[in-house]
């Protein structure tokens, strides 16, 4: 590439509740930085290829997570979920699903990534069964269902993920949220966790944005 770029990263991951909670401040940001920036996701890779269903330990620490989460953000939480046996803990299932649709229809994938919380958090919705997201994509009009099922599905798609976990870790992202400039390649952080839009906005008047 040549000439100056400017791009806005944005790192989450679909099972991590501060990024839920962060939507509203994130949206708001984004809106007053104005489009003139390409943006971009990387998943984060919160909790990954988990081996076992969640145990009292995990539950009773979201529980509590989610109750601060919730305070501090005002975003509405469902905590039935938490009293099921048999679900995984595993972010790397919606983190595939966001990439799928980064393929098939990449100008949406922040709306999809953001309704998949949605439906995690507000509604318990079970992110390990593909229904999940097939609903989602018929609720957004995107009728891609056989593309998404094909991709999703593919040894290629579960690589990609892996690659995008791992692109998070090599710039020294372990928290999430977390949202930066790619200032002609220079990264230049806009907030570590959860932030308010203005305090956003105001790192990103820092860098002339």
């Known amino acids: 590439m040549t000439g100056k770029y400017r791009k806005i990263i944005y790192i989450g991951d679909p099972m991590c509740s501060w990024c839920y909670g962060f939507t509203p401040e994130l949206n708001q940001a984004l809106e007053a930085i104005g489009t003139d920036y390409e943006f971009e996701m990387i998943m984060g890779g919160l909790k990954p290829y988990a081996k076992s269903p969640m145990d009292e330990n995990l539950t009773g620490f979201l529980r509590g997570h989610w109750h601060e989460v919730a305070t501090a953000t005002g975003q509405p939480f469902k905590y039935d979920l938490l009293e099921r046996k048999d679900f995984y803990y595993d972010s790397e299932v919606p983190s595939r699903a966001v990439l799928v649709v980064r393929e098939v229809s990449p100008e949406r994938e922040l709306e999809f990534f953001q309704r998949v919380q949605h439906a995690f958090y507000a509604e318990n919705q079970n992110t390990n069964q593909t ?73 990103a008047r820092q860098f002339d944005i």
């Open 131 to 203: 229904d999940t997201y097939l609903r989602i994509l018929d609720e957004m009009g995107i009728s891609a269902q056989n593309r998404f099922l094909e991709k999703f599905s593919s040894t290629l798609l579960k690589d990609k993920t892996r690659a995008d976990f791992r692109r998070a870790r090599e710039m020294g992202v372990s928290g999430f949220p977390a949202l930066f400039l790619d200032d002609n390649g220079l990264l230049k952080l806009l907030c570590s966790g959860y932030a308010k839009a203005d305090q956003i906005e105001g790192k």
